[in-house]
């Protein structure tokens, strides 16, 4: 059952297009999965072969393996052309998939004309690139990472809707942590609880899978931002951070919380304080008409007035996304990140300490709205303490 | 705690560092997190920022972001080299953390050297490959994608172990499956399920997070092959496939079964007689000496004589695997790979069929042994029907 309606892509579509020409681009290779589905609404995990949605003014042409054409007429818009490839092109060093795409492209008439590629994204490779350069020598390949990802950046209602119900999941996923983590407990037994409370989703919502998994570090390892689980049971006298989201169609909320376990010693409590604190100040500025920055800045002084530092971005856009990331890579909080905010931006406003001795992360997804910044959980905003 | 040893890593360095030579590489660049993982033990999420470990004969440099440098220390082998870059430098346009790379290079008197990079990998992309190129300009930069993955083929005794652990999750799993499933039930209530079981794992082995989420599409979805779920209910009359994996320790068995709700369909009894003929020829000549394309070969004619086609692979090594796939993506079950069947290597035989009303998969992790093929589970090999 598609959620968005054909006008919904059509929109998508003619704004991107509209960029094309801005840039002088003649087509355009989209091969981020979260670009793709936001352009056609093709969905699968079929992005570990070469994939892409091309543009080129006639409409959306959806290019990919020749078993997942199948899956792409049942996800994409209608109107969309499908054309997969041959399977002994599948990650066979001898026959490169791209060398199909350009078949195609010259099909559109293409063969001299200025194309724009997505040139640091994941699922592009230097290999595809230099592929798709020497079987179309008389094209120009263009750098346009990031052109789709900044469209992305406002969100339409219908999107909205999706945010504020995956903020209800999340929030779900951190009531039923603090329901069954206690100490003893093994670590992979509570992230089986957390992975089943964010796939039931809510009520009103079915869980979709995050773009990360839960990092659920404790104690040292939450020293370290990107560690994931393994056996060791849950100790009194430490720290574990959850870095979770709550995913509905694949739009993301991530949020994070830290629970203590025992009695949080000062300098924990004093970080907490600095945090909540400088979340306060972020959330002040965060507004129509103010910058990214202003937000990493209002959030910095804060911390600095108590104490600590931090000297990575502190959040981030997010929306629509695949894994390895949930951030739509466009936007960050810090110094230097000039974007005005509207309504419609959404965030994931990240202040996590590492601190020597553990990590403490309380983080909010937030949406621009004209009046300011809203939740979109209703989670406490707190170092959480179990004894 | 580590589960491999020192001189394991010392060993798989030591042949990367042949394979380099016999190329007449000066160094390599691995960016794919499973080899990463394999040459040094790194294991963390990290991947979504550009990362790398670096061999050029003098020990291992892990490479990556400033923040996950805590990670590595915590994950990697002693010895390892560890330098992280600057915060700012991630996901920002107008200045590639493959600049910072370059100068370690030049440090380690690389300026002019031959330098293996893995251009075919999700990891390393377009960009990062044009910024490398054009910061090392005396450099020559050559492809060497694949280089570490057929190092991995053949596995060594203990990562074996963690094969039969993870071939134990994935056969919980299919039984947890078998308990659950029914008409009625919606669907992202299973796979909620399904993830709950994988992570909790066996009594002998926690559950670690597979490369690929559950695949378990129903009727007309599951004649595609790489959909993800949603809160549709099962329906009697139809097939659901259950495309998953038991994973321990970023090692990776995956196993597909099919369930038929209802009474299943003559054609789909045919189906089930003739990937099951097909699935026991491919492992009668699935040994050492032969080569990979006779498992296909097998398959293939003893699917015919069932009246029965398939056109893509029937299987593909596995092992250490990361997002966005749980394959090694070396050799393949199809006509043309003439690799030399050894004990050690383990593939996921996987003769899914997509027929035009639903899918059928009943599919095998199996282990090259000295005698033949082994199963690393017990799953029952037939359709589920569940009425």
Same mark, same amino acid.
């Not at 006639?58 to 969309?80: C, K, Q, S």
């Given at each position: 059952?598609?959620?968005?309606?054909?006008?919904?892509?059509?929109?998508?579509?003619?704004?991107?297009?509209?960029?094309?020409?801005?840039?002088?681009?003649?087509?355009?290779?989209?091969?981020?999965?979260?670009?793709?589905?936001?352009?056609?609404?093709?969905?699968?995990?079929?992005?570990?072969?070469?994939?892409?949605?091309?543009?080129?003014?006639?409409?959306?042409?959806?290019?990919?393996?020749?078993?997942?054409?199948?899956?792409?007429?049942?996800?994409?818009?209608?109107?969309?052309?499908?054309?997969?490839?041959?399977?002994?092109?599948?990650?066979?060093?001898?026959?490169?998939?791209?060398?199909?795409?350009?078949?195609?492209?010259?099909?559109?008439?293409?063969?001299?004309?200025?194309?724009?590629?997505?040139?640091?994204?994941?699922?592009?490779?230097?290999?595809?690139?230099?592929?798709?350069?020497?079987?179309?020598?008389?094209?120009?390949?263009?750098?346009?990472?990031?052109?789709?990802?900044?469209?992305?950046?406002?969100?339409?209602?219908?999107?909205?809707?999706?945010? &504020? *119900? +995956?903020?209800?999941? /999340?929030? %779900?996923?951190?009531?039923?942590?603090?329901? #069954? =983590?206690? $100490? @003893?407990?093994?670590?992979?037994?509570?992230?089986?609880?957390?992975?089943?409370?964010?796939?039931?989703?809510?009520?009103?919502?079915?869980?979709?899978?995050?773009?990360?998994?839960?990092?659920?570090?404790?104690?040292?390892?939450?020293?370290?931002?990107?560690?994931?689980?393994?056996?060791?049971?849950?100790?009194?006298?430490?720290?574990?951070?959850?870095?979770?989201?709550?995913?509905?169609?694949?739009?993301?909320?991530?949020?994070?919380?830290?629970?203590?376990?025992?009695?949080?010693?000062?300098?924990? &409590? *004093? +970080?907490?304080?600095? /945090?909540? %604190?400088?979340?306060?100040?972020?959330?002040? #500025? =965060?507004? $129509? @008409?103010?910058?990214?920055?202003?937000?990493?800045?209002?959030?910095?002084?804060?911390?600095?007035?108590?104490?600590?530092?931090?000297?990575?971005?502190?959040?981030?856009?997010?929306?629509?996304?695949?894994?390895?990331?949930?951030?739509?890579?466009?936007?960050?909080?810090?110094?230097?990140?000039?974007?005005?905010?509207?309504?419609?931006?959404?965030?994931?406003?990240?202040?996590?300490?590492?601190?020597?001795?553990?990590?403490?992360?309380?983080?909010?997804?937030?949406?621009?709205?004209?009046?300011?910044?809203? *939740?979109?959980?209703?989670?406490?905003?707190?170092?959480?303490?179990?004894?």
């Amino acid at each position: 059952m598609p959620y968005f309606l054909p006008e919904d892509y059509e929109r998508r579509r003619r704004r991107a297009e509209a960029e094309m020409a801005a840039r002088g681009l003649d087509a355009l290779i989209v091969s981020d999965p979260a670009n793709m589905h936001w352009l056609t609404g093709y969905d699968g995990w079929s992005f570990y072969v070469h994939q892409a949605v091309v543009l080129s003014g006639g409409g959306a042409l959806w290019w990919g393996r020749g078993i997942d054409a199948a899956g792409a007429e049942r996800t994409v818009v209608p109107g969309t052309r499908i054309e997969g490839y041959a399977d002994h092109q599948v990650q066979n060093p001898e026959l490169h998939p791209m060398t199909d795409l350009a078949g195609h492209l010259r099909e559109l008439g293409l063969r001299g004309a200025r194309i724009g590629v997505e040139l640091d994204t994941y699922y592009y490779t230097a290999a595809a690139h230099a592929c798709l350069a020497s079987t179309l020598p008389d094209a120009t390949l263009l750098d346009a990472t990031g052109l789709i990802n900044w469209l992305r950046l406002v969100k339409d209602p219908a999107e909205i809707t999706l945010m &504020r *119900r +995956a903020g209800r999941i /999340v929030e %779900a996923m951190h009531a039923r942590i603090l329901e #069954v =983590a206690e $100490p @003893g407990l093994p670590k992979h037994h509570l992230v089986a609880e957390i992975q089943r409370a964010g796939t039931r989703g809510t009520s009103e919502a079915w869980g979709d899978y995050p773009a990360i998994v839960p990092m659920t570090p404790s104690g040292l390892d939450a020293t370290a931002p990107h560690l994931t689980w393994d056996d060791r049971p849950i100790e009194v006298g430490e720290a574990t951070f959850f870095e979770i989201a709550g995913v509905h169609r694949r739009y993301h909320a991530p949020q994070s919380r830290t629970i203590w376990f025992g009695s949080p010693p000062d300098h924990f &409590r *004093r +970080a907490e304080a600095a /945090v909540l %604190a400088g979340l306060e100040a972020g959330f002040a #500025v =965060a507004r $129509p @008409g103010n910058r990214a920055e202003d937000i990493a800045a209002a959030f910095n002084a804060t911390l600095r007035g108590h104490g600590f530092e931090k000297d990575n971005r502190c959040g981030y856009a997010i929306g629509l996304a695949y894994p390895p990331d949930w951030g739509e890579r466009t936007v960050s909080f810090r110094a230097g990140d000039k974007t005005v905010l509207e309504p419609g931006m959404a965030f994931h406003f990240m202040p996590a300490l590492w601190l020597e001795d553990g990590g403490l992360e309380i983080s909010e997804p937030l949406l621009i709205t004209e009046r300011g910044a809203e *939740r979109l959980t209703t989670t406490p905003q707190s170092l959480f303490v179990k004894t």
